[in-house]
């Protein structure tokens, strides 16, 4: 079992930034790919980034690409998600999500574990 648990949500003004973090407890962090998705009030839950288990590779959905960044330190168990230059259109809540590789990820096809969300909202 892996426990994934979000934090760094909040109230930020447009244009402003967030970091977000998903500290894991489990089994071994560094094997799992991981991501991040997010869910608007009335919308599906979408894909933002994901990182690959060695961290060498990083997927974007195109609007995000440039303005949020993902990491991740296995040494500290835990994954980040930068966001610059928010927009009210961010406002969701934010998912953190382990899987085997980073293509079932990106794809959501197989995710073995989700985190319980942090809210993030952006006001105009």
């Known amino acids: 079992q892996v426990q994934l648990v979000e934090s760094g949500g909040g109230l930020v003004q447009a244009g402003g930034s967030l970091r977000l973090s998903c500290a894991a407890s489990?089994?071994?962090?560094?094997?799992?790919?991981m991501g991040w998705f997010r869910q608007a009030p009335g919308k599906e839950r979408e894909f933002v980034a994901a990182?690959?288990?060695?961290?060498?590779?990083?997927y974007y959905t195109d609007s995000m690409e440039g303005r949020f960044t993902i990491s991740r330190d296995d040494a500290k168990n835990t994954l980040y998600l930068q966001m610059n230059s928010l927009k009210p259109e961010d406002t969701a809540v934010y998912y953190c999500?382990?899987?085997?590789?980073?293509?079932?990820?990106?794809?959501?096809?197989?995710?073995?574990?989700w985190g319980q969300g942090t809210q993030v909202t952006v006001s105009s």
């Open positions: 990182i690959s288990s060695s961290g060498s590779s990083t």
């Open positions: 999500a382990a899987g085997p590789v980073a293509r079932t990820v990106v794809s959501g096809t197989r995710i073995d574990y």
């Open positions: 489990g089994r071994t962090f560094s094997y799992y790919a």
